[in-house]
């Protein structure tokens, strides 16, 4: 034992010594001259042919990084092009928000031309100053105003449409979708063509291998769904540089007519937004696929029980599995404010300053942000924000809530037990 300690002691000796060398004359090596990357770690306790096809594995992505961003752009083909954001053009959808006071916002759609203007509350807004600009651009109106720019989605486009008719509400309408379980490629009817609000829905939501059959009674009716399907597809097309399907088949005629018309049409779901339903029930019901849904959307529930009455008396094999209505609540999450009208933040900074700050700023409050703009100029507060977590927030349900707009009812296509 004592022996194995003399050798210890000497080798330590050695390895101190000022030359730096191991007894036979050969260099010490240092633990950063060794060091190993991970990926070495692993190869080196691999057998020897797995180890050569890691490292083929490793030197791969190194070749591929040789090109450069416009190559590694035309590899990707058009998809990553198209992805890439396009200015305004003239002849486009765009829209414009305003923040108001009583933490509401003002939302303005039009189609851009380069000798009109776009005229709001809070002033004048030429578009040939829109046209060029990428969308989410803030621009100020003659006013001072500023105004938020940006193209509408098929939400915001629905609700701003001209309209005829009570529009079938985007709330409501993807609920009708989950309920039909619409897959691209479907073959869906729609009864009562409306404004063309469940139109464009149902041609996003079954593709360009779709088909959508809408039948209205009404002349006038029907010409303002086909105008506005055909200017959405319009502006989509110069925004977006690419074609919105064109598979939705308007026809002027009343559904309770229109058996012999469907003899060769097989329907994977049905949609009724009509006054009397009941009497579209014998024509769709043959058409339904086995097992499909028909969603009927209803704004009285005394309809509902007309509904459900007729289907009980006259045998009509529909099931009943679900009515709803769809309600939702929006809520405020906003900077506290005390007693003289200023929030919070604003009164802080105030207390931790020892001049006096040479402009005060208010809050224009909206349901999903809040703005701080000065009094006069209306700019944004950038570099005197507080840090995360410093200012108090009082958050609470809106006082505007989405009400009640439909009832709808899912039927589903059954057979019945022979007796």
Request: aromatic share 6%.
């Amino acid at each position: 034992m004592r022996a194995w300690r003399g050798m210890r002691r000497a080798a330590s000796s050695a390895f101190s010594s000022g030359n730096g060398a191991v007894p036979g004359g050969r260099p010490r090596r240092r633990a950063w001259e060794t060091s190993l990357s991970p990926l070495e770690r692993v190869r080196r306790l691999l057998p020897p042919e797995e180890a050569a096809s890691v490292g083929r594995c490793a030197a791969a992505p190194q070749e591929m990084r040789t090109d450069g961003p416009q190559e590694m752009m035309e590899a990707a083909g058009p998809e990553a092009a198209g992805a890439r954001p396009s200015p305004f053009r003239a002849g486009e959808l765009a829209l414009a928000e305003m923040w108001r006071k009583h933490n509401t916002t003002v939302k303005l759609m039009c189609r851009l031309a380069a000798g009109a203007v776009l005229a709001s509350s809070g002033g004048l807004l030429p578009h040939r100053h829109i046209i060029g600009q990428l969308p989410g651009q803030l621009l100020r109106t003659s006013a001072g105003r500023q105004l938020l720019l940006r193209r509408p989605s098929l939400e915001e486009y629905v609700l701003l449409m001209p309209r005829g008719p009570t529009i079938a509400y985007p709330k409501d309408i993807s609920a009708m979708l989950m309920m039909m379980d619409i897959h691209p490629g479907d073959t869906v009817l729609e009864s009562g063509s409306g404004s063309g609000a469940m139109s464009l829905f149902l041609s996003r939501a079954v593709g360009p291998k779709g088909h959508v059959i809408s039948y209205e009674i009404r002349d006038d009716h029907h010409n303002l769904a086909k105008k506005n399907y055909n200017h959405w597809r319009a502006a989509w097309k110069i925004g977006h540089m690419e074609e919105w399907p064109d598979n939705v088949e308007f026809i002027l005629k009343d559904i309770s007519t229109a058996a012999a018309d469907m003899k060769s049409v097989t329907l994977d779901a049905v949609v009724l937004d009509m006054l009397n339903p009941q009497s579209a029930l014998p024509v769709v019901h043959p058409r339904l696929k086995q097992g499909g849904v028909c969603a009927v959307y209803l704004a009285n529930i005394t309809q509902v029980i007309d509904l459900l009455d007729r289907i009980r008396t006259c045998k009509i094999p529909f099931l009943c599995e679900r009515i709803i209505e769809v309600t939702h609540r929006n809520w405020l999450v906003l900077p506290a404010k005390i007693k003289n009208c200023k929030s919070s933040q604003t009164v802080e900074m105030q207390e931790n300053s020892e001049e006096p700050p040479q402009k005060e700023y208010e809050e224009i409050h909206t349901q999903d942000q809040v703005v701080l703009k000065e009094r006069e100029d209306y700019e944004s507060l950038s570099d005197n924000a507080e840090t995360y977590c410093s200012v108090p927030y009082v958050a609470r349900p809106s006082y505007w809530q989405d009400a009640h707009s439909a009832f709808l009812t899912k039927l589903r296509k059954i057979q019945p037990l022979l007796s």
